[in-house]
């Protein structure tokens, strides 16, 4: 299985600790749209409130691209507060988990 389908199918069961386990000991992630980066676990706590919340949905995801090092994939959001935003989401591998994670995302609504 890929990681672009571990990743899609964590977030279809809202498995927090499989999202976990895809993760990198030293991971982090980047959102572009507001510079702020997190760790791993600053991330595990946030991605654990998203993924408690129905309102938080994950649709139309695709691979755009994806091989041993890297994964871009491309999705639209929805969130709590009912805004929408297509999202880049690009992906650094090793050792068969994610090191690094950036976001770029633009506003649908």
Known sequence: MSMF???NQTMQDRDVDAYLNLLHEDFTV???KSGNSF????W???VS???ANEKFIQESSRCVYE???ILVEHSFMSYPDDT???VMLIAMLKDGKVIKME???TSLD
């Open 67 to 69: 091989n041993a090092d």
């Open 103 to 105: 976001t770029g995302a």
């Open 84 to 86: 929408r935003e297509a």
């Open 49 to 51: 409130g998203m993924v």
């Open 5 to 7: 389908e571990k990743l």
């Open 39 to 42: 760790s791993k676990e600053e």
């Open 30 to 32: 980047v959102f572009r």
């Open 44 to 46: 595990s706590g946030m």
